[in-house]
């Protein structure tokens, strides 16, 4: 046994000496400031049982404030507008059969951030390794929007992302909402992801495109494990240089001390089970400009500072609501990784996954269900979408499929 240690520590130190120590050496410490840029100094931490860790920062030294357009930045406590319509104060239908419960996120079960704090989850030197390069640490590796007009399926499917949407253009949009069904899809590759959301895009689908984006999502190359979480993504120019997932560069400015971007969203629904879903709302201040977001009826989360964006300065152009995957095909077949629940939206309410109450923030500001609604999927063999509008439900879809199965090989 001894022996072996030895033999071990000899090749350890063999291979420490064959490295290059400038290589080596210069990557770890770039990880290191890396590390120190994103993980600002916290008042108070709290370890979740799912493995993450929660720094409370205080609001003022958040990741936010190195953004240099946002130096002399000063921070609004809360939007100056709301907006409301049919469904803003309907809580989850509780005498309907389609019944559903509120969810909060894990960590809160160990503790709270105390007032003037933001909750942030810690990123660690096993998530910034896993990335392909620091600098893309935390950013989309492709430009991944749902593209339903100019739908050539060879286009398409070659970024290997695929779809199933519901979506409005043609208008002036000022936010968006919806209540999203919450699961824990299963991925069959560690560099695939499958995500729920809502797109609030702005520009043509070029090298300027801006978009907000909301929902959850499972990733385990980001977050290392396979639990669904809530998450943001935004960019100003089509995912290239600007923008990231939740607070892993500076842009959104967070103000709430109850809800971190990028932890684990508990409970999840269950096939034939509980059902579970969030609601979401983006919405823009028409007052300041800012785009802000709020998770469930209570917690409004904070902003994205209009000066971010060009086109999303003015007003959305398109809104998409629906679920995406990463088809890598590793084994020369379509993925297993699954959409939604994983089932199809013939299913149903227990069975498939859903968004209900799918609402546009219009010119007047005012919330109301979406016309003229269009459906997209790259391979609706793969995975589906069905809209409908029914009573409390108002506009909604099922979405989402199991990727791999006899029809989708
Ligand atoms: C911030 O304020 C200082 C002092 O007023 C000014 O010199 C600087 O240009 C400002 N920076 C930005 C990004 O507005
Ligand atoms: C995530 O799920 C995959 C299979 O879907 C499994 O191989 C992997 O071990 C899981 N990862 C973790 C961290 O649980």
């Excluded at 971010?308 to 995957?325: H, K, R, T």
Aim: proline share 6%; net charge positive; aromatic share 12%.
């Amino acid at each position: 046994m001894a022996a072996r240690v030895r033999v071990v520590v000899m090749l350890f130190c063999l291979l420490v000496f064959l490295i290059p120590p400038s290589s080596a050496g210069g990557r770890k410490l770039e990880i290191k400031k890396h590390l120190k840029r994103l993980n600002k100094r916290a008042v108070k931490t709290i370890k979740s049982r799912d493995g993450d860790i929660i720094d409370c920062v205080r609001v003022t030294h958040q990741p936010a404030f190195d953004h240099p357009m946002l130096k002399n930045h000063t921070i609004q406590m809360k939007p100056s507008f709301h907006p409301e319509g049919l469904f803003t104060e309907m809580k989850a239908p509780s005498k309907s059969h389609k019944r559903s419960k509120p969810v909060t996120q894990l960590w809160q079960l160990n503790g709270r951030c105390p007032k003037g704090t933001v909750p942030i989850r810690r990123t660690k030197r096993e998530d910034v390794l896993r990335a392909n390069s620091i600098s893309r640490f935390g950013k989309k590796k492709h430009r991944t929007f749902p593209q339903p007009r100019s739908a050539d399926p060879d286009l398409i499917s070659q970024s290997g992302h695929q779809h199933a949407i519901v979506y409005v253009e043609g208008d002036k949009y000022y936010g968006a909402k919806a209540t999203v069904n919450v699961w824990e899809p299963k991925i069959q590759q560690p560099n695939e992801f499958s995500l729920s959301q809502m797109w609030i895009l702005g520009g043509s689908f070029g090298e300027d495109l801006n978009s907000i984006e909301v929902g959850w999502q499972v990733s385990p190359d980001l977050y290392g494990d396979n639990n669904s979480r809530l998450f943001t993504y935004w960019t100003s120019d089509a995912y290239q240089a600007t923008g990231c997932y939740n607070l892993l560069c500076s842009g959104f400015v967070q103000i709430n001390n109850e809800i971190a971007m990028g932890a684990s969203i508990f409970p999840v629904s269950r096939y034939h089970g509980s059902q579970y879903d969030i609601s979401i709302l983006v919405w823009k201040d028409p007052k300041e400009g800012n785009w802000w977001m709020q998770f469930g009826n209570d917690y409004v989360l904070g902003y994205w500072p209009a000066l971010l964006f060009s086109y999303l300065s003015d007003s959305a152009s398109m809104i998409e609501w629906g679920g995406e995957v990463v088809n890598s095909e590793a084994d020369g077949q379509h993925t297993s990784t699954q959409m939604g629940s994983g089932h199809f939206p013939g299913e149903g309410f227990g069975k498939a996954s859903y968004f209900r109450n799918i609402q546009i923030v219009d010119g007047s500001n005012s919330l109301r269900p979406p016309k003229d609604i269009g459906t997209f999927t790259e391979q609706s063999s793969c995975y589906d979408v069905q809209h409908g509008n029914h009573g409390e439900w108002g506009s909604y879809l099922y979405y989402g499929g199991p990727g791999r199965n006899p029809n989708c090989p």
